[in-house]
């Protein structure tokens, strides 16, 4: 099937684990800026946790297609900056991607997807840095795309590229074995067990998480006001919280703990 010609809409959205105190997100916009005046930004996150390579992909895959196709994404999460790790282009959907070959567009991309190792020395600021690729390599790539570069253009196909995926739920004597992936924002748990994918009506089952059974619930105001509870999120995962109060210090529990699905006798 013939693709459609890469369209530009002009928009760019940005994810990484810079945080806000620092000027590196203005820098890399800096960039853009200078060659792409009209270009509108987007920023995702920049509070991904330090490396934190596999929340990165999680909050990425469950983003960009809420915005419309010709958008570019950069994530900027790169443990290997200034090594031989390869940056990778990708074109999905009409969208395209800039990320380091760390695994991190493994969960976002479709079956479909194109991926392309850039020229990184092409685009490259002079000069460029060993320690900020986002500013030096990410952001001149970016405004290459912004500028109606296709993704095709940018490099060689990629070949075998790293693609993290996360452990899935285990089936075991009845029950559903799963983990937390990422703590968010306000501490609610995120799991990686995603019941309609499971095709689990949540009503035959309970959570046992922390050594104690946690309600399933439809909504945060279904317990009382310090009460824990879990519930399908906006992602679709099943989310361990406590209402108006932090799941994860409430609970002791963090990325990579164990929950459990019993089925109701």
């Not at 070949?159 to 075991?172: D, H, I, K, R, T």
Request: a negative charge; aromatic letters at 8%; one cysteine or more.
């Amino acid at each position: 099937m013939q693709r459609a010609p890469w369209q530009p809409s002009g928009l760019v959205t940005w994810t990484t684990d810079f945080g806000l105190a620092d000027p590196y997100v203005g820098i890399m916009k800096g960039v853009v800026a200078t060659r792409c005046p009209a270009a509108r930004h987007v920023d995702l996150t920049h509070q991904v946790p330090p490396q934190d390579v596999r929340t990165a992909a999680f909050l990425l895959r469950h983003a960009w297609r809420w915005f419309p196709p010709g958008t570019v994404h950069v994530a900027v999460v790169d443990p290997g900056v200034g090594s031989e790790r390869r940056i990778l282009v990708a074109e999905d959907g009409g969208h395209a991607f800039l990320a380091p070959d760390n695994g991190l567009l493994g969960p976002a991309l479709s079956d479909a997807a194109r991926v392309f190792a850039l020229d990184a020395p092409r685009y490259a600021l002079p000069g460029a840095s060993a320690t900020f690729h986002g500013r030096d390599v990410f952001a001149p790539a970016a405004a290459a795309l912004l500028a109606g570069l296709a993704p095709e253009e940018t490099g060689a196909p990629a070949g075998e590229w790293s693609a993290l995926c996360w452990p899935a739920p285990v089936a075991a004597e009845g029950a559903w074995r799963g983990e937390v992936l990422l703590v968010d924002h306000f501490g609610n748990l995120v799991t990686n067990v995603v019941p309609a994918e499971l095709e689990l009506a949540l009503a035959d089952w309970r959570l046992e998480a922390a050594g104690r059974e946690v309600p399933i619930v439809r909504t945060y105001a279904d317990v009382a006001a310090g009460a824990a509870l879990a519930l399908v999120d906006s992602y679709g995962h099943l989310e361990l919280a406590v209402r108006g109060g932090h799941a994860a210090d409430a609970l002791g529990l963090g990325s990579g703990a164990a929950v459990t699905l019993r089925r109701r006798t």
